[in-house]
């Protein structure tokens, strides 16, 4: 079978008043990509022929946020149906099947999606599909009215219910497949005759049955739709996604050794057999290899680690961090913009920036790279097999060579050639008695006073 041409319409050109925020709601991030991020990935998976988002006027930044998706401008905010409408343009004649999605409910699934595209092509022929479902708390959701056989009669937005629709527990999720042809035609009916005043999207339903078009609901999962108005729902569709990549994780072979004090990004990607402990937290832009252990509280964001690194406890790589294979990275270390090639180690209250360590060097304990001299970044290499002191400072631009020796407590400010000694610090005076003598002399000073 072939499958019909699909146009996906994104809305987002809601103010999220609720939200409280100067960020448009949709830029609000989940699992460290903005929510509309999450909607266009749902929509990616389906492979559509054309996709657009909804904004508002002066949403330079979720246009940018979009891009290379195009977007429509809803000039007012005048309602759901409005913004649809604010599409239309890209709509006009297309033949196909158009799935309007609310820019708010970052969990919807590929799944989902798709049985709202068959739902379309059922028997009855349905000019729309709405997703439905049963939440625990119906709350201020729509309403979704059946009729005798099934079918979809109506929605009611729940400020327009009766008590006896305010009663019903099937709700309207905010996802609706319609049947492209007959969409406009059918949205440009409706009117704002509401508590609200403005155009309901969901009144379409009435709409297209008084004009003899069947209509028809598919139930999904009520936490894969949660609508996020307010901080509170951020929260809760944050808790609920890291729930969902926890599970990934460790069914694609990581173990978590405390899964709800670890926290990803939407696009954590771990190796097999790699173990974290508790309390760890990726960023976006994480890689990790097989065999790599994480002790409990590490930070990392923007970083590749290889097979056989061993992290933490408590290690915070930064973007650009690169640990080779088997390197060991301590306690209390951050590394920045920097490659630890493989079996460096780097084990103890060490920054690292903008810089390579060779490998199998090793970094002694409170090593630090001076590489920022207020002005500019300056880089600092460090050669394979070299041994860097501890409490070392290694003021860049400076390189250390293959093999060589930094003596503990250097301030390092000139290159040091492969398989040298450095040391840089005053050099060790010892007086033999001095210190006895010292006190002898106080003490007597004190007698006499006394
Ligand atoms: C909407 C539905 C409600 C459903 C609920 C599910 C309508 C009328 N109501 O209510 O039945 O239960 O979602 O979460 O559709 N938007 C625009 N332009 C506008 C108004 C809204 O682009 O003029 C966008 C918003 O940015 C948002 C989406 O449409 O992404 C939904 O709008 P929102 O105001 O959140 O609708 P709800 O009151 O949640
Ligand atoms: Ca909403």
Redesign the pocket.
């Known amino acids: 079978m072939t499958r019909r041409p699909l146009a996906c319409v994104i ?4 103010k ?1 008043t609720r939200m409280k925020s100067d960020l448009p ?2 830029l609000h991030r989940v699992a460290g990509r903005p929510m509309i991020g999450h909607v266009l990935a749902a929509v990616g998976a389906l492979d559509p022929d054309h996709v657009v988002v ?1 904004v ?1 006027p002066g949403m330079e930044d979720v246009a940018a946020s979009v891009a290379p998706y195009p977007t429509a401008v ?1 000039e007012r ?4 149906a ?2 649809v409408r604010a599409a239309f343009g890209l709509l006009e004649g297309f033949p196909g099947d158009v799935l309007v999605l ?4 970052p969990l919807v699934t590929p799944q989902t999606l798709r049985a709202m595209v068959e739902a379309r092509a059922q028997a009855s022929d349905p000019a729309v599909v709405v997703l439905g479902m049963r939440p625990a708390d119906p709350g ?3 309403r979704l009215i059946l009729d005798g056989r099934g079918g979809l009669e109506k ?1 009611v ?1 729940y400020l327009d219910a009766t008590p006896e629709e305010r009663a019903v527990g099937l ?4 996802l609706m497949a319609f049947d492209g042809p007959r969409m406009i035609g059918l949205i440009n009916r409706i009117g704002n005759d509401n508590a609200k005043g ?1 155009y ?3 009144d379409v339903v009435q709409i297209a049955r008084a004009g003899g078009h069947a209509c028809a609901v598919v139930e999904g999962d009520d936490q894969e ?1 949660i ?1 996020v ?1 307010a901080r509170t729902e951020l929260a809760e569709v944050e808790a609920l996604l890291q729930r969902r990549l926890r599970r990934a994780a460790m069914d694609n072979g990581a173990t978590l050794a405390d899964p709800g004090t670890v926290y990803f990004s939407f696009d954590t990607r771990l190796g097999r057999d790699v173990v974290v402990g508790q309390n760890v937290v990726f960023g976006p832009g994480v890689a990790v290899g097989d065999r790599v252990e994480i002790k409990p509280f590490c930070h990392l964001e923007q970083v590749t680690v290889s097979s056989g690194a061993v992290l933490g406890p408590y290690a915070r790589l930064r973007p650009g961090a690169v640990i080779g294979p088997d390197a060991h990275i301590g306690n209390f270390v951050e590394i920045k913009n920097a490659t630890v090639e493989a079996g460096a180690k780097v084990n103890h209250l060490t920054y690292i920036g903008d810089a390579r360590v060779g490998a199998k060097a090793n970094i002694g304990a409170g090593t630090i790279t001076c590489n920022y001299d207020g002005f500019g970044k300056y880089r600092t290499d460090i050669g394979a097999g070299a041994f860097i002191g501890s409490n070392s400072s290694l003021v860049a631009p400076v390189s250390v060579g293959a093999g060589a020796i930094v003596g503990a407590g250097s301030v390092v400010t000139q290159d040091v050639p492969a398989e040298s000694l450095a040391v840089a610090r005053g050099r060790q005076q010892s007086y033999p008695g001095w210190a006895a003598d010292f006190r002898d002399r106080k003490r007597l000073e004190k007698a006499k006073k006394g």
């Open positions: 809305l987002a050109a809601g999220g709601k949709v909804v508002g809803q905010q005048l309602g759901t409005d913004a609310y820019g708010d409910t201020a959701y729509g929605i937005e709700c309207n999720a905010g403005e309901y999207l969901t739709v609508g108005n």
